[in-house]
């Protein structure tokens, strides 16, 4: 399994029976597989998406956004949750070459991604678990 680090943008090779071990970063020692969201910016988005084998789940938002910030505990609480998908947050003030790449127009908009390739989108504000049962459902027929 390949995971780049969010961090300084390593690619790790990390063997799928040890992805539940708390592998760290080779170069940078940072932790690959944290429960927790990281903030990704424009300079690592695009090889942090290309060297990352498990699905990352992109949450687009900006700090004056009411619904972002309502959003966002129970974004952190999905990330706590579900351990094999990375949860990435890019504030799409301070990221505009990504939001505009990805045609984000409304904010918090969500983007899974899946080996590189976007394969769902949705915008508005979820709960935790309507959160996670919308992932799920997207994942459903992937490997």
Same mark, same amino acid.
């Not at 932790?31 to 988005?45: G, H, K, R, T, Y």
């Given at each position: ?98 939001? /505009?790449?990805? @045609?984000?127009? %409304?904010? &918090?908009? !969500? +983007?899974?991604?899946?080996?590189? =390739?976007?394969?769902? /989108?949705?915008? @508005?504000?979820? %709960?935790? &678990?309507? !959160? +996670?049962?919308?992932?799920?459902? =997207? ?5």
């Amino acid at each position: 399994m390949h995971l780049a680090c969010p961090y300084c943008g390593a690619t790790n090779r990390i063997p799928d029976e040890r992805l539940d071990d708390g592998p760290s970063c080779g170069k940078c020692k940072q932790p690959l597989m944290a429960a927790e969201p990281v903030d990704i910016s424009d300079a690592n988005l695009p090889g942090f998406l290309a060297n990352t084998e498990l699905p990352v789940l992109i949450d687009f938002w900006a700090a004056w956004c009411g619904p972002c910030q309502m959003m966002a505990p129970h974004f952190e609480e999905a990330a706590r949750q579900q351990p094999r998908i990375r949860f990435a947050k890019v504030d799409s003030d301070a990221a505009p070459a990504a939001s /505009r790449y990805f @045609g984000i127009r %409304s904010i &918090p908009t !969500l +983007l899974l991604m899946y080996q590189g =390739q976007e394969i769902a /989108r949705q915008s @508005g504000v979820m %709960s935790a &678990p309507q !959160l +996670l049962a919308w992932v799920d459902s =997207q994942l459903a027929n992937k490997p």
